[in-house]
């Protein structure tokens, strides 16, 4: 996952830390941290998305990055209810459906001249949120007293038009201050000029005309004094369009929004493959990640997409849209053909310094609030990510092997082929057969896998590695990517260009298992540095290369050993750093903290090496922290604290949830242990060496596609075996086990 660069124009928000202490992520406001303290909800349908609080406010005065947002502006930064001048009382939140969400409130004692005219909880106020196009809040009010009380509901609007990278952190000079907001025939608009020339409006209707509306400075009030009969309900209804230039505002009305909204959730489950199990919470595990992808799932003017989180990257992500969606290949293969024709319309053509672009590289991140398109940070598209070039191979050849579709391969083949042209050229920077990264921005990310934080590759000593670093990684997704590209290229009849990429990752794996390899630790090197010294700390990183299949197959047990030793394996997953490493921190962002995809793809290598109980244990333990999470969402990343009975896994402060390689992290898993691959292009279906975990008797897979074929299948263990069987197919495509 990204974090935003900072450059010479831009500073770092002044905060004392005391010597010694972990610098902040790089771009991220270090008042960030008290997200801890805030529990948040979030409402999300395309690139839009409202961040509050549990009562379903935004407070300016404890700015925790709260707002309702659109390519990546905030739109709304002060929205708050208030009964009589007075906060309700929360009763319970959810925004577990992720286009809508639900805040029930109560009230206080309210007094009119010092007599108690209402007494407390006697007012049912309910709060409905939705976003489609523009934000709809339906306040519902309930008088559950037997006599008549009048009540005045205040709503306070803001609008600062922050760009999101300003709101994690990053400050600029001449930023220019909102207008005043407008008031006209009962409506409320905020407008802003920007530095980028792009005029933005938040606009506010009600749904009733307000009785009073008020303009303090840059804040507006809107008041309704409302009269509730003796156990009467009223609705106060209201929309907040965010508006670009000469955008036209949302037509459509609250319940036709929910209705379509339901609908489009339930064909996206319908065209999914299903999977049912004896576990109810492993079920609800799956659900849950199976909406939460939908909800990530964004029409961008480019194109589909799979954004990467809520709130900071509701954004095209070239690694996290392409991971994501290689994760979900088993479940739906539509946000993966998405994604590779959005990802090669914008694959890089020229040399761009400023943007980190070369010919044939796959794009790291697009933004489109005022800082982008006012050439203030290169994100216009910016490139600076070593690993999404080859993960667009990698996703390429296996959307592919799912789907057989070789028109669509041939359609993008000149894509694939550019990208694999930079993995040899631009990649390699000194020739060595090892791909390498070294922004030339300077605004760009210095270190682009992964984990991109400014101190994720650090030396056993503690010094950090100087760029060009050739990542362990990186050179395991090309030796994959390598590999599937040669089915590819055979099914289109092209023999020598697969034999010649067979060779190449041949070559590879013997360069890494030579150059990577510390006998002495009996494990992979996190990378090599400028000097092509091995970097020794101790990481998660070489799990990848299991999954990937570089690693010789005497050197993986060890390496699988010491990947779930105490040192490395919490009990709740895999960390990314060993404890024993210099630079080990369970609370930072890289460096001792539990990532889910990182360790849904270590289980996923597990496997492939035939370390069935391995690959059990590391889903075992992200099962667990799932069931301990809020609505079983498995977030961005948690620390990486020692497991302790009966404690939770502890919080990171700013991790993104709903977050979609997380999400995915489930279904890679599941896949995992059921053993399955496809080789559509050769009508297959193929099931290695199933093995399900002791909480998990029987998994019925329904409706799984495989190239123009649907087939179910149902696995059941008994003791330390698992069998499947054929339940349905409709089509042609052959089961088999494959040893």
Known sequence: MSVNPLGSESRRAEVESPAGL?????????????????????????????????????????????????????????????????????????????????????????????????????????????????????????????????????????????????????????????????????????????????????????????????????????????????????????????????????????????????????????????????????????????????????????????????????????????????????????????????????????????????????????????????????????????DATPWFVLLYAQHFRWTGDLAFAEKLLPAAQAALAWIDDYGDLDGDGFVEYLSRSPRGIKNQGWKDSYDSVVHADGRLAEPPIALCEVQAYVYLAKQRMADVYRALGRDDDARRLEDEAAALRARFNEAFWMGDEKYFAQALDADKRQVRTITSNPGHALYCGIVDDEKAVPLAKRLLSPDMFSGWGIRTMSKAAAAYNPMSYHNGSVWPHDNALIAAGLKRYGMARSTNRVATALFDAAVNADYMRLPELFCGFTRRTPNRPVSYPVACSPQAWAAGSPFLMLQAMLGISARAHQNLLTVNLPHLPTWLNTVEVRNLAVGDSRISVVFRREGEITSFSLLSREGDVRVVMEE
Request: net charge negative.
């Open 22 to 386: 972990e610098r902040p992520e790089e771009g991220v406001s270090p008042v960030l941290i008290t997200d801890l303290a805030s529990k948040t909800l979030a409402v999300k349908e395309g690139d839009a998305f409202l961040y509050s609080d549990l009562e379903g406010n935004l407070e300016q005065e404890a700015d925790y990055g709260l707002g309702l947002y659109s390519k990546d502006t905030r739109f709304l930064s002060r929205f708050r209810l208030t009964i009589n001048g007075r906060a309700p009382v929360l009763l319970s939140s959810s925004s577990e459906r992720g286009y809508m969400s639900h805040v029930d409130l109560t009230n206080p004692d309210l007094y009119d001249d010092q007599v108690l005219a209402v007494p407390q909880q006697t007012l049912n106020i309910r709060r409905i949120r939705a976003i489609s196009g523009r934000l709809f809040e339906r306040v519902r009010m309930k008088n559950y007293n037997p006599f008549p009380v009048t009540i005045e509901v205040e709503f306070a609007f803001g609008a600062d038009f922050a760009d999101i990278f300003e709101v994690r952190g990053m400050t600029r000079d001449g930023s220019r201050p909102p207008a005043a907001p407008k008031v006209e025939d009962g409506r409320i608009d905020f407008v802003y000029e920007g530095r980028d020339g792009v005029r933005r409006i938040t606009r506010i209707e009600f749904g009733a005309r307000a009785d009073r509306i008020d303009v303090d400075d840059l804040e507006a009030t809107a008041t309704f004094r409302v009269h509730l009969g003796p156990y009467q309900t009223k609705l106060i209804g209201l929309s907040v369009d965010p508006i670009i230039e000469d955008g036209r505002p949302s037509s459509v009305d609250f319940d036709h929004a929910v209705h379509e909204l339901r609908r489009s959730y339930e064909e996206w489950e319908r065209e999914s493959t299903q999977v049912v199990t004896d576990n109810e919470l492993f079920n609800e595990l799956l659900d849950r990640s199976l909406r939460d992808l939908r909800a990530l799932y964004t029409q961008s003017d480019d194109g589909a997409v799979l954004a990467a989180g809520i709130p900071w990257y509701v954004a095209v992500f070239g690694r996290d849209s392409l991971i994501a969606s290689h994760q979900l290949l088993m479940v739906n293969t539509r946000p993966a053909r998405d994604a590779l024709e959005l990802l090669a319309a914008k694959q890089g053509t020229i040399e761009d310094d400023w943007r980190d672009e070369e010919p044939g590289k796959i794009l790291h991140e697009i933004r489109q609030g005022e800082l982008a398109r006012a050439g203030l940070i290169p994100h216009s598209p910016y490139y600076g990510s070593v």
